[in-house]
């Protein structure tokens, strides 16, 4: 069992910044990543990076604005978001294989 807990959303305005922290309970074999749910929507991938050597995958919505990094110390992972967009705007989890956190929204206004 893997105990996933985020924290760093919340409301901000177009344009501007907010970094998101998932903390593992435990370290796994399986590489990280965080998703979003917009209201009305499927929940979608954002990015991915494998705790091994910190490569990255991102989504095409993101990429350019949003920045995943690992802790592998601390079994945390981070997404810094620049440049958001009210499109941005939904409820963010992280998830390791099978494992989700509780989510965090992040709200942004136009």
């Known amino acids: 069992q893997v105990q996933l807990v985020e924290s760093g959303g919340g409301l901000v305005q177009a344009g501007g910044s907010l970094r998101l922290s998932c903390a593992a309970s435990?370290?796994?074999?399986?590489?990280p990543g965080w998703y979003r749910q917009a209201p009305g929507k499927e929940r979608e991938f954002v990015a991915r990076?494998?705790?091994?050597?910190?490569?990255?995958v991102y989504a095409d919505s993101v990429k350019g604005r949003f920045t995943i990094s690992r802790d592998n110390a601390k079994n945390t992972i981070y997404l810094q978001m620049n440049s958001l967009k009210p499109e941005d705007t939904a409820i963010y989890y992280c998830?390791?294989?099978?494992?989700w956190g509780q989510g965090t929204q992040v709200t942004v206004s136009s």
């Open positions: 990076i494998r705790w091994s050597d910190g490569s990255t």
């Open positions: 998830n390791i294989g099978q494992w």
């Open positions: 435990k370290r796994t074999f399986i590489d």
